[in-house]
C-alpha cells in the first residue's frame, strides 16, 4: 500500500466514523490527509469506494476463516460429534469477531452509523461479504445437516448477524442502564451463548471453552 493511499484511509476511516458517509466530503479527506483532491479519485475511483474500503477495514472482512481453511488443517474434523462442534465454535466466533466484536472506537462507530443510516455502498457490502459469506454458513450447515430444508439452514446461517445486529442497536439505552462495563461483558456473552445455541441446534456436544 503506497504511502498516500494509506494516510487517505486513515484520514477517511477516522472521519467516516466521526461524521458519517454524507457529512464527510471528498475535499474534506483530501485536506485532512494534505494530498491532492485527485489522489481520491487516483487509488479509489470515488467518495464510495474509499468509504467502501474503509468499511471493509472497520469490518475485518480481508481474511475469512472457512471450513476449508478448517478442513485443510484436519481432514477428518467432521467426522464425529466434538469436530463438529468445534468448526462451527471457530467459524462463528471468526465471523463474530470480524464483523461485529470490534474493539476499536472508530470501528465500532463507522458500523453503527452503518446499522442505523446505512449509505449509498451497504448494498454493495452486502452483494460482494455478506451474501457469500451466508453462503458459505449455508453450504456449512448442510455438510452437517444433508436432509435439513433451506429455510432452516438460512435461519441458522444468519442467527450470528441478528443476535449481533439487535444488541448493536440497543447499546447506548443498554450503556446508559447498565453501565460500560456491563457492554463489554455482554459483547462476550452474545458470541458464546449464540455460538451454543448454534451447535444445541444440531444436538452437538458443547465444547468446554463455551460451558
Known amino acids: 500500500m503506497t504511502d498516500t493511499r494509506k494516510t487517505l484511509l486513515d484520514v477517511a476511516c477516522r472521519l467516516f466514523a466521526e461524521h458519517g458517509f454524507d457529512k464527510v466530503s471528498t475535499r474534506m479527506i483530501a485536506q485532512e490527509a494534505n494530498v491532492n483532491l485527485g489522489s481520491i479519485h487516483y ?24 471450513i ?16 463438529k462442534a468445534y468448526a462451527i465454535h471457530r467459524l462463528t466466533y471468526d465471523y463474530y469477531n470480524r464483523h461485529f466484536n470490534v474493539p476499536e472506537k472508530w470501528k465500532r ?4 452509523r452503518e446499522l442505523y443510516n446505512p449509505s449509498p455502498v451497504y ?8 451474501k457469500i459469506e451466508s ?7 448442510f455438510m452437517l445437516a444433508p436432509n435439513a430444508s433451506l429455510v432452516d439452514a438460512f435461519v441458522w446461517a444468519h442467527y450470528p448477524d441478528t443476535q449481533a445486529i439487535y444488541y448493536l442497536k440497543a447499546e447506548a439505552p443498554i450503556a446508559e442502564n447498565r453501565g460500560k462495563d456491563f457492554i463489554k461483558k455482554l459483547d462476550r456473552n452474545i458470541m458464546k451463548f449464540t455460538t451454543r445455541m448454534m451447535i444445541m441446534s444440531l444436538d452437538l456436544p458443547i465444547p468446554d471453552l463455551l460451558k
Not at 474509499?50 to 476463516?65: H, K, R, V
Not at 462507530?109 to 453503527?112: E, F, G, H, K, N
Not at 453462503?135 to 450447515?141: E, G, N, P, V
Open 43 to 66: 487509488h479509489f475511483g470515488s467518495k464510495e469506494g474509499l468509504y467502501f474500503e474503509a468499511f471493509l477495514i472497520a469490518t475485518n472482512s480481508d481474511s475469512p476463516l472457512t
Open 68 to 83: 476449508e481453511k478448517l478442513l485443510a488443517v484436519d481432514p477428518k474434523l467432521l467426522t464425529t460429534p466434538e469436530g
Open 109 to 112: 462507530q463507522l458500523i453503527l
Open 123 to 130: 448494498q454493495k457490502y452486502v452483494d460482494e461479504i455478506l
Open 135 to 141: 453462503q458459505r454458513m449455508i453450504d456449512f450447515y
